[in-house]
């Protein structure tokens, strides 16, 4: 109690601040640490993603192009154990394994850029749509109505389709599908900060409204927008897989959902492995990430608590 | 199993509708194990309203739920003791209106099946059959809950389900207790027909249902729901609540604060209990409807004459509507007494600071009178009196030993060194000497 | 009075939604490709493409062009399906029937697993089988269909034998009427005990692998607000009067609990929906998903814009069939109370 008695220098609001808001976030780490499930997640997470990064350490990377499959033409439809080939062969020769590991490298990079192309439209359009309201407001969230009126995949498809089968064009559909969320959370925070007093308050001390936005609106909306960006890092790697799995990425790409997709000619032949072992990490990698999503969401947001 | 220190016999004289012999009930917390009841001793007799009083969180509501059982478990636990109850049939004598026989209850308990009457450990030697609700089976509870031990909740507004008519909600306490009354009022009281008695009973499933709505049992069912309707209407027309048949067809939402009240009454008295749990019944509600709803209760206690506890943290509500007050404190009764005798001669301490800073024109200078200090933690607590930090006569006794509730004269009990020290004491406390 | 006005509004918006997904999938197809492509088959001359260029105004400008376009989907022209090689609107019935009867299915075994599950997990709230259904709920959410479809090929067809791949071929279904163009309800009608068997048979899976998913959306939810609904005080309520247990759970915290289950489960149809691309093109499934599927590989543009235009919006009505069915069964959202 000691410590908030500290003399009223105008640096000691904002370091105070600051303490406050790293002591929250330890805070907050340690429930995540302390719950097995999130506990469970976050150590996937940590795994998969250490497996992304070093995936040229843990497996000789594919030259020219590394997120390309290697092709091993001695060794087609290998099972499982095979020397070289622990997880087995493709039926172009491709090492299940390296596809696993580059395919978490591919997924990284998938969701990384996803997620922060997203979230920077949906807080553009979202504090857009609450700060100027009006008209303005009113044809952005009919917008994001009618995005919200097709279904995530489909609508996914579709732009994809126009664009063209290619991984980049991937990127670009799921930009396109994904931002729709963060938007709402963004104007229904900017619509809900203006109407508290203290904004007022801030007004009638004459602070601008850009310094109302980052002082209360930005640190507000943090929480909810992390909470569903770390659900959207497993959601995305799970719509682009599916949307590889279709056929919408080149063919020889070290992506989950391909290899699934060329495994899948494989399964009446009992070839189970090349399909299996991909398909199981889109699973942990979108489990790992909805875990922790959804352990955060309870521990930020006290109301749900007693609903765990 | 201690047994409570010596209630007067029930033998005799008045009935004892129900007894708190040393309830103890705990919670489990990240902090510790909460004392939030810790050894309550109280009776209450056939047809009397007591109040049960105290600060919030000092274990009343606890107390009063302990009754029909409904402490979740966990976190709560059942830390010892019991409560016994003793059910009631209409007096034999003057069938229901109030005799010399039954002290005007028109009631009386019924023998013990065990000692017939002789008196033995299963009725607490009073010759009359008694239930430990807190180890009956809960089947064996479930016949109590509703017909013999009703209760009223706080807030009508929660307690109401707002997914159901008012007519399905009291309709299921006649399903569940008065079955064959209801077959028979729709004169099918001879019937055979399981799937009848079942769909009385609510247990039908949807098969059944489907059955039960074709001919020829579409018209039998529909006979039952008229019963249903008809006995519905009554309970709802005895809380004076306007044009019932029309009302309980209602959802709770549609209902105001005070009509919502009128129909937890009527569904509490439904089956005419021998006691009725009243949990702050009027503090959810505005202020001019409290009295309204406080008369209603008064009224048809007349009535029924089922004994009722009523807990309230509202002294002078207690004055106007109790028999007797049982005063309690961090989990503890601390005095029972009379109504009037409590008022007129408060013995505990802390009875004497409640009554104090019941506004009135005796302190009228605007100022409100509080008991300095706050509730004692209820963790783990020390065994001393559980007032100690927050009075004013306090001894060095008081921190170290536990005062009992011992019954003085006039029936007025209290647990404090003022009253009844210890032997041996070096210091005993008085009111004549403040300490702080 | 006030739900009917509920309706209303909502039915107003559906108008405005509609339209604007329209515009969208207009402006998608005019981003890529000739336009002239979706009223084209293959054995066309050039006199004949030129034609057609001019018959759907496609030399107009633009806003002329999304209206002819419009028009031709309300009045039943939705263009020629390269995939198909016919008129997407002749294909269409027949594709439909296969994905609803496949949707059904699933939506069947998601609503009964997931209110099943949930209530049987709330009910038991921090015990064994409640931490199970908790592991069904978040590991559902997370699995991909196609994984798991094919999984349950790789068990039950490669490895056991049990199940058959595709839609029931049994002679005996060439042989009987389609009035509904659901398998096992043409069987039904036709009085087939058989054919019915084996529609069913061939359902199966792939209704498992769609309703997988869907099943653990809609287990979360009603595991949540059952638990939830069990802290109520008319639960307690109920409990003093005297009900078992049983009913407590049945009349009083289930009813409540599935409230704010039925707007999941409307909203986890749209979930069905895009999963049935994928399950169809696992099980060889000759439905609306396969086809899109196909048409999207070969850029078949008619087909794409029917079948998004199709589904959005029978995802708004069934969406707006929920809200109305929210409406109704709490009507406090309405009142306002």
């Known amino acids: 109690m000691a410590v908030g008695t500290a003399p009223r220098t105008p640096a000691a609001p904002l370091a105070g601040a600051l303490g406050t808001r790293l002591r929250r976030f330890t805070e907050i780490a340690r429930e995540v640490l302390r719950n097995p499930t999130t506990l469970i997640g976050a150590a996937l997470i940590v795994g998969m993603i250490g497996m992304a990064i070093f995936a040229p350490l843990l497996i000789e990377p594919n030259t020219p192009n590394p997120y390309q499959m290697p092709r091993d033409w001695g060794a087609l439809n290998e099972p499982p154990g095979t020397p070289g080939h622990f997880l087995g062969t493709t039926q172009q020769g491709g090492d299940v394994l390296y596809g696993v590991i580059w395919g978490a490298r591919t997924s990284l990079r998938l969701s990384i850029i996803v997620v922060s192309i997203t979230v920077v439209i949906g807080l553009i359009v979202g504090s857009l749509a609450g700060f100027l309201g009006g008209k303005i407001d009113e044809l952005l969230m009919r917008l994001v109505d009618v995005f919200l009126s097709i279904p995530e995949l489909i609508f996914a498809l579709a732009i994809a389709a126009v664009l063209g089968p290619s991984f980049g064009n991937i990127i670009l559909a799921l930009a396109a599908v994904f931002w729709v969320k963060y938007a709402r959370i963004i104007r229904g925070q900017v619509i809900h900060i203006k109407q508290n007093e203290y904004v007022d308050a801030a007004r009638v001390i004459g602070d601008s409204d850009l310094r109302i936005y980052m002082k209360d609106v930005l640190p507000n909306s943090i929480t909810p927008v992390v909470v569903q960006a770390t659900l959207d890092m497993g959601n995305v790697v799970l719509i682009g897989a599916t949307l590889s799995f279709i056929g919408l990425a080149e063919a020889g790409l070290a992506e989950w959902g391909v290899l699934v997709s060329q495994g899948q000619a494989g399964i009446s032949a009992g070839r189970w492995w090349a399909s299996t072992f991909p398909g199981l990490m889109v699973f942990l990698w979108a489990l790992a990430f909805n875990l922790v999503g959804d352990g955060l969401r309870d521990i930020l947001d006290p109301r749900t608590e007693s609903k765990r | 199993m201690t047994v409570a220190p010596a209630p007067e016999p029930a033998v005799g004289t008045a009935g004892t509708v129900a007894s708190v012999v040393d309830l103890k009930v705990h919670f489990e917390s990240k902090a510790g194990r909460v004392h939030a009841v810790d050894g309550v001793n109280f009776d209450i007799r056939d047809g009397e309203t007591l109040g049960l009083v105290g600060e919030t969180g000092c274990g009343k509501t606890v107390t009063a739920r302990s009754f029909l059982r409904l402490v979740p478990m966990p976190p709560g636990i059942h830390a010892g003791g019991s409560v016994l109850f003793r059910p009631h049939v209409r007096c034999s004598h003057c069938s229901g209106s109030g005799c010399e026989e039954c002290e005007g209850t028109g009631r009386q308990p019924v023998e013990c099946t065990v000692c017939a009457g002789a008196g033995c450990a299963a009725c607490d030697h009073s010759g009359f059959e008694t239930i430990d609700l807190s180890h009956i089976s809960e089947r064996e509870l479930r016949g109590i809950r509703g017909d013999r031990i009703a209760m009223i909740f706080q807030d009508p507004a929660k307690a109401l389900n707002p997914a159901l008519t008012v007519r399905d909600q009291i309709a299921e306490v006649f399903a569940q207790h008065r079955t064959s009354e209801v077959l028979e009022r729709a004169a099918l009281g001879t019937s055979r027909n399981p799937l009848l008695r079942r769909y009385v009973s609510q247990k039908s499933r949807l098969f059944e249902k489907a059955l039960l709505a074709v001919p020829p049992l579409r018209s039998r069912r529909q006979r039952i729901e008229k019963v249903f309707d008809d006995m519905v209407a009554a309970a709802l027309a005895e809380t004076q609540i306007p044009n019932p048949s029309k009302v309980m067809q209602r959802y709770p939402h549609e209902l105001s604060g005070g009509m919502k009240q009128r129909v937890m009454i009527a569904q509490a008295l439904a089956c005419n209990p021998d006691l009725l749990i009243a949990d702050e019944p009027t503090t959810a509600l505005d202020v001019t409807v409290q009295a309204r709803i406080i008369e209603l209760i008064k009224e048809l206690k007349g009535v029924h004459k089922s004994a009722v506890l009523y807990i309230s943290h509202d002294l002078s509500l207690v004055r106007r509507v109790c028999d007797r007050v049982a005063v309690m404190y961090a989990g503890r009764v601390v005095e029972i007494g009379p109504t009037e005798e409590i008022f007129a001669n408060p013995l505990h301490p802390y009875t004497r600071g409640l009554i104090a800073a019941i506004p009135s024109r005796a302190n009228d200078r605007g100022q409100l009178v509080a008991i300095r200090g706050t509730v004692p933690e209820l963790i783990d607590p020390p065994p001393s009196c559980r007032f100690v930090q927050r009075c004013s006569f306090a001894v060095s006794i008081c921190a170290q030993i536990d005062p009992e509730l011992e019954t003085g004269p006039d029936r007025h009990a209290v647990a404090c060194f003022i009253h009844n020290p210890p032997e041996g004491a070096a210091e005993v406390p008085s009111f004549s000497k403040p300490t702080s | ?337």
């Not at chain 3, 709330?122 to 089988?129: E, F, S």
């Open chain 3, 1 to 337: 009075m006030q739900i009917k006005d509920y309706v209303l509004r909502r039915m107003m918006v559906l108008p405005i939604l509609i339209i604007g997904t329209s515009l969208i999938v207009f402006t998608l197809t005019r981003v890529g490709g000739s336009p002239v492509g979706i009223y084209l088959s293959h054995e066309m001359t050039p006199e004949e493409v030129a034609e057609i260029e001019q018959r759907y105004g496609l030399d107009q400008p633009l806003p002329v062009q999304y209206l002819t376009w419009a028009g031709g989907m309300l009045t039943g022209d939705w263009g020629w399906s390269g995939v198909a090689a016919a008129p997407v609107r002749q294909v269409f019935p027949d594709k439909l029937g296969a994905t609803m009867e496949l949707a059904v299915a699933a939506g069947i075994v998601a609503v009964a697993l997931g209110i099943g599950l949930g209530t049987y997990g709330g009910a038991r709230r921090d015990r064994l089988p409640d931490h199970l259904t908790r592991v069904f709920s978040i590991s559902g959410a997370a699995m991909p269909i196609f994984w798991f479809g094919i999984l349950l090929l790789i068990v039950f067809w490669v490895g056991l034998g049990w199940a058959p791949i595709g839609r029931s071929d049994a002679d005996i279904f060439q042989s009987i009427a389609h009035p509904t163009g659901l398998y096992a309800i043409d069987a039904i009608i036709a009085v087939s005990w058989t054919a019915f068997v084996d529609a069913i048979w061939h359902l199966l899976l792939p209704a498992i692998a769609l309703g997988f998913g869907t099943a653990a959306i809609i287990t979360r939810m009603m595991r949540s607000s059952l638990v939830e609904s069990m802290s109520e005080e008319y639960v307690d309520a109920a409990r003093a009067k005297g009900l078992p247990e049983k009913l407590v759970l049945r009349r009083h915290a289930r009813r409540n609990a599935l409230i704010p289950t039925v707007t999941v489960i409307g909203l986890s149809f749209g979930f069905l929906l895009q999963g049935t691309v994928v399950v169809e093109i696992i099980f060889r499934w000759p439905g609306l998903g396969r086809w899109m599927a196909d048409a999207v590989l070969r850029g078949d543009q008619a087909t794409i814009m029917a079948y998004v235009m199709f589904t959005s919006v029978l995802f708004l009505l069934v969406n707006l069939a929920v809200d109305v069915m929210y409406a109704y069964l709490d009507r406090r959202v309405v009142l306002g109370t």
